[in-house]
């Protein structure tokens, strides 16, 4: 059945999910954009049709992106990340009402190495483990919300949840690798669409899983998946792992 669909965000990866809702069939209804850069400023009070919402905007939208979507009832998909844990708790709340779902990451592979991840630290529980991420230069959060994923999928897969294990994130200084410590490190430079890997490593042995993304299609594709996904589903919080059935 074909959707319409309001994309929030006037950025690059608004710009490509408008590309993904259209080859994909879909009615793209339009940008929404506080600054002005999209077809709408707002929704509130403007009389359009839609049915489903994806979220690339600024984690400072959430309340509107909620709003919207309740008025509507519509599934909305939230793509942004760094939201507060207070906004988390709305996201929750908002679920009661409608089909939603909160994704750090919407590409397939990424939550295809998600669960591969889960599997290999339950086997290599004694290897250091160190997470790498890499991004273009304009990136605001570091982090990146997939790589803080990636750590506590590897911390749920440690003994007692990783609770004896210390996150380091970059390192300088004149001590030695503690034995339980996760070190997470983000590189930015240049046009990076991102680059994810996990490292264990132990006395001579290195094994390493890696995620690469070569265009950030990848993204908005998945994203028009979700909303689909969700498209007719009762009010709850969703995963891509729902999604792609993992």
Do not use: W
């Amino acid at each position: 059945e074909n959707m319409k669909i309001i994309v929030y965000g006037a950025g690059v990866m608004a710009q490509y999910v408008k590309e993904s809702v259209i080859n994909s069939g879909n009615e793209f209804v339009g940008l929404v954009d506080p600054l002005g850069n999209g077809d709408f400023e707002n929704l509130k009070g403007n009389n359009i049709d839609f049915d489903a919402i994806i979220d690339f905007s600024h984690f400072s939208l959430l309340e509107d992106v909620l709003e919207a979507g309740i008025s509507k009832e519509v599934p909305v998909l939230i793509a942004t990340t760094g939201h507060s844990e207070e906004q988390l708790k709305k996201i929750e709340e908002a679920a009661n009402q409608i089909p939603i779902i909160k994704a750090t990451n919407t590409s397939v592979g990424v939550n295809i190495v998600n669960e591969i991840v889960a599997f290999a630290t339950k086997l290599l529980k004694d290897f250091d483990i160190e997470i790498i991420e890499k991004h273009h230069n304009r990136k605001i959060d570091a982090p990146s919300g997939t790589a803080n994923t990636l750590l506590e999928i590897v911390k749920e897969n440690l003994d007692d949840n990783g609770k004896d294990y210390r996150t380091i994130y970059g390192r300088e200084g004149h001590s030695k690798r503690a034995e339980k410590e996760i070190g997470v490190h983000a590189i930015r430079g240049g046009n990076i669409v991102g680059e994810h890997t996990v490292i264990y490593a132990k006395n001579d042995e290195i094994i390493e899983i890696k995620h690469e993304a070569l265009s950030r299609k990848m993204f908005s594709d998945g994203a028009v998946r979700a909303v689909e996904f969700l498209f007719g589903k009762k009010a709850g919080l969703y995963t891509m792992k729902d999604v792609l059935g993992l």
